[in-house]
């Protein structure tokens, strides 16, 4: 069982940035591949990033080159850096992580059995 929690949102003006942090419990933390998703009001749930358990990165083409995953294994903490944000960022972030049978992130929401409760970006103009 994996535990997350959501932490660094805000509100920020168009061209800002934020850290997001996801602090997560328990041992299998550096095993565990682990994702970032939003949700703007209305709409659906949609993949952001993934970092893999080797490390490997992927991105949703919206948020590429402005976005960077990263995870600290030591610290149990996998982390978003948004920079150059837009409004149409404005969402809730959650973290998810997959189970320890899976190495890779995956795209797919429904691949990720543990979510934290979710952060609020929201940009300004």
């Known amino acids: 069982q994996v535990q997350l929690v959501e932490s660094g949102g805000g509100l920020v003006q168009a061209g800002g940035s934020l850290r997001l942090s996801c602090a997560a419990s328990g041992r299998t933390f550096s095993r565990n591949a682990m994702g970032w998703f939003r949700q703007a009001s209305g709409k659906e749930r949609e993949f952001v990033a993934y970092?893999?358990?080797?490390?490997?990165?992927d991105y949703a083409d919206s948020v590429q080159g402005r976005f960077t995953i990263s995870r600290n294994n030591v610290q149990n903490t996998v982390y978003l850096a948004t920079d150059s944000l837009k409004l149409e960022d404005t969402a809730v972030y959650y973290c998810?992580?997959?189970?320890?049978?899976?190495?890779?992130?995956?795209?797919?929401?429904?691949?990720?059995?543990?979510w934290g409760q979710g952060t609020q970006v929201t940009v300004s103009s």
């Open positions: 970092i893999s358990r080797s490390g490997f990165t």
């Open positions: 998810a992580a997959r189970g320890l049978r899976y190495s890779s992130g995956s795209v797919n929401s429904d691949e990720y059995p543990y």
